[in-house]
């Protein structure tokens, strides 16, 4: 039978007026058990079982509506009774861990630092090494920038035990210390997995290329003595700016392997690479490549890099009749051109991408284009093909990262009237989302918005709706 929840109120209230703290709590006691999920409610009966000093029992109720508040998304407001409970009980580990974990997810860094750091102080303390390790781990993926807490995490998770994640973060971060022009870190990073792993293909290969672009050419020769270790040489050597070196890399890998025909093209696709067009040109010529599909394709290649591409334009479709599962090949041959010449590689990869539509294989064609747009980012005629493809091809997923990303070239073209629609439907869908925010924010103020944060909380809020555009009309 449900209890008089005023009445019950009335009389807790006049309880503890009169002093009698116990039988208040007996009150409200009665009334979270009749309404569980009242954390209003919940959090009076802690403070009150706080008062009586039983804080044990004021810290399991603030426990259980922080907890229910975290699960429920209610991070701020979860974050705050976890807060509560560690100036009672600042050994909680349970309530360091969840505050820890939702300032890292609202992006307060410090926070979240500090609360990890006090937990690894207090497993330490009681002998728990495996547990410091996880949170050591947890603190290294706070902050991708932080590569230094990332490489102590990644050495935590061979502490635990764990050396493929290890492994695996640090192929990431050398990579991305070397996106970054940070040789050196890189090369430390990769040295660490190699130390981990020394016939991983991947790690030596990466040694290698970092060897090269630091100009530790002694060390890259020394890392290449087969065929295909000297032509990945080349490869390195070439885009570090060294032709001649990359050329005499080639030749050493041909004198292993005079009977290389793709060896053969590689020497003729370095030529290629350093804008010798003529002498390209003069080594493959469509006779000379005949019915190869791979010689046709470097040949297709130099017309396309070089004054002629309407006639590398010809052999790519006279590639795709012919040999119609090769359209990855042909999408390849756009990635690779269009680090020069965009819009060549653009003309190509299109047809790769025509051609799989053709053949209904959706997600192919999406993929082609996907990989042109990470290689020239806010190239807005390719996103607008991707965007259709998605559409057509029911690629739900793959459309809104695309819509994203063609809204963000939009701006950067200052065609702000057709970015805004876009990234005010992300928004719709996907509220929750900072970068969708940030960027109907971006719209706002190319079009001239006033108040672009007052609009987008009004449209938040309800009061002015976003409209949204549904696929399946919705």
Request: hydrophobic residues 45%.
């Amino acid at each position: 039978m449900a209890i008089d929840r005023a009445a019950t109120l009335k009389n807790a209230e006049k309880l503890l007026r009169q002093g009698k703290i116990e039988p208040a709590i007996a009150e409200y006691l009665r009334l979270v058990e009749d309404q569980p999920r009242d954390w209003n409610l919940a959090n009076t009966l802690g403070d009150l079982y706080c008062r009586a000093q039983q804080v044990d029992k004021g810290v399991e109720q603030f426990t259980r509506i922080a907890d229910s508040l975290n699960e429920a998304g209610f991070l701020p407001k979860a974050s705050a009774i976890y807060k509560k409970i560690l100036k009672l009980r600042p050994e909680h580990e349970h309530a360091l861990l969840q505050a820890g974990e939702i300032a890292g997810s609202l992006g307060l860094l410090a926070d979240a630092r500090m609360y990890l750091t006090q937990i690894v102080e207090r497993r330490l303390s009681r002998g728990d090494k495996r547990g410091a390790a996880q949170a050591r781990i947890r603190l290294g993926s706070l902050d991708p920038a932080d590569f230094d807490s990332r490489r102590l995490a990644a050495s935590a998770r061979v502490e635990i035990g764990d050396l493929a994640g290890a492994i695996r973060d640090l192929k990431e971060i050398a990579a991305e210390l070397l996106e970054k022009g940070r040789s050196a870190d890189a090369l430390a990073a990769w040295r660490e997995a190699a130390g981990l792993a020394p016939d991983d293909d991947e790690v030596r290969q990466r040694l290698l290329d970092i060897y090269v672009a630091t100009g530790d050419l002694a060390r890259a020769r020394e890392c290449a003595s087969t065929a295909e270790q000297l032509k990945a040489l080349a490869a390195s050597l070439e885009a570090a700016g060294q032709g001649d070196a990359a050329l005499e890399a080639l030749g050493s890998a041909a004198r292993l392997d005079p009977a290389d025909g793709e060896l053969r093209t590689r020497l003729a696709r370095t030529l290629v690479t350093r804008g010798d067009m003529q002498a390209a040109a003069e080594y493959l010529t469509v006779e000379t490549a005949g019915n190869d599909p791979q010689l046709l394709f470097m040949v297709a290649e130099i017309k396309l890099r070089g004054d002629t591409p309407d006639d590398g334009m010809a052999i790519v479709r006279r590639l795709l009749e012919a040999y119609p599962d090769r359209r990855e090949e042909v999408a390849l041959l756009g990635w690779t051109i269009s680090e020069l010449t965009p819009e060549q590689g653009f003309r190509v990869v299109e047809l790769a991408a025509d051609a799989a539509v053709a053949g209904q294989d959706w997600a192919s064609a999406a993929a082609a284009l996907q990989e042109f747009v990470t290689r020239v980012p806010n190239h807005v005629p390719a996103l607008m093909r991707l965007v259709e493809i998605c559409v057509d091809g029911g690629l739900e997923a793959t459309m809104y990262s695309a819509q994203a990303h063609l809204a963000d070239a939009y701006i950067a073209s200052g065609q702000a009237a057709e970015a805004r629609f876009i990234a005010e439907d992300l928004v719709a869908r996907e509220p929750w989302d900072r970068a969708n925010i940030e960027r109907f924010r971006r719209t706002l103020v190319l079009l001239g918005e006033p108040d672009p944060d007052g609009l987008i909380a009004s449209r938040l809020s309800g009061e002015s709706p976003f409209m949204s555009t549904d696929l399946n009309g919705e």
